[in-house]
């Protein structure tokens, strides 16, 4: 039986970057939630684009490719880079992982999005992802992506001691703007956080990154898409090359091991995960525990979105 949706109506995306997740690096056996059930073939099969239609031949060649003893990680590992002599920290990683739980998440809850909006979507996963990678461990990370033309809204979100990322995008019930704009808040545990707004002038999810650093972080970065969903972000040390910067391509970045004199400095790991659970998304809720009525309308249930991963839940007026 299908309940009437209900939005958060004092929800909004500013508020959510911080669901408290336990830090995983002391909790190896956190439980996974949503995709429990799904067998590794499963984990590989369904990571092909939900635009894509294959005929039954195509269909076999890709379950005979993606062979369920080929362990599939369930991380995405990002490393930090530091190139030595020009100065920049390059920061990269394969989100194939984090991708294949993206689109078993969209497959449980039957969405789907249009092609651009999904590849953008993705595209500020790998980037969000990237950035959180260039920051302090503690960070809890949160961006909100409004579009004009077309309109919509992105939200992404995630930190680098919970080893998680997640998002969202919108394209219903949201404000109209006059410009696309980013809006970054940051949360750090027992201090005051950062909130940033900048104005973006593309519809090209690298070159709001690269806006992004220059306004916010005040000093110039580049971001790429490379081969095989491997994505980077290359950001000015002190004293950078940043005529070699600036010159770089994807190609360059490829490369960049051979070419350059580096170091790896560091490796984080993420998932594609909220964390949301009916517990966390109840509190929301609790400006109607004296005025169920107006929540409720006579209904026995309704069904509520998490704002950050449009995951469902059914709350029913004994829960409030
Ligand atoms: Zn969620």
Known sequence: MGFRPARFPTFSHEDVGNFSLPDRRDTPLYPRTGNTGSSLLQRKVLFIPPQTRHTPAQQALILDHYKPMEAVEEFTKIESIFVRHRNALLVRGQFTPIFTDYYLHLMDLKLRHKEDLDQKLKDLLALLTLHMTARPWAETIAWTVNLRAPRVNFFVTGGSTQENITGNLFTENIKETDR?????????????????????????????????????????????????????????????????????????????????????????????????????????????????????????????????????????????
Not at 242 to 248: A, G, P, R, T
Not at 267 to 296: D, Q
Request: glycine fraction near 2%; proline fraction near 6%.
């Open 180 to 320: 696309n704009i980013l809006y970054s808040q940051t949360i750090v545990p027992s201090s005051e956080g950062r909130k940033s707004t900048v104005e973006l002038d593309s519809n090209d999810p690298f070159e709001w990154l690269e806006t992004y650093y220059t306004q916010s972080e005040q000093r110039p970065a580049r971001a790429f898409q490379l081969k095989d969903e491997n994505y980077a972000i290359i950001a000015a040390q002190p004293d950078c090359d940043y005529e070699w910067l600036e010159s770089l391509n994807a190609e360059d970045v490829e490369k960049i091991m051979e070419t350059e004199e580096t170091k790896v400095l560091e490796t984080r790991k993420f998932r594609f995960f909220c964390g949301c659970s009916v517990e966390k998304i109840l509190p929301a809720l609790a400006a109607y525990k004296n005025n169920k009525e107006a929540l409720f309308h006579g209904d026995p249930a309704i069904e509520v979105s998490c704002p950050r991963c449009a995951a469902k839940y059914i709350v029913t007026p004994d829960m409030l």
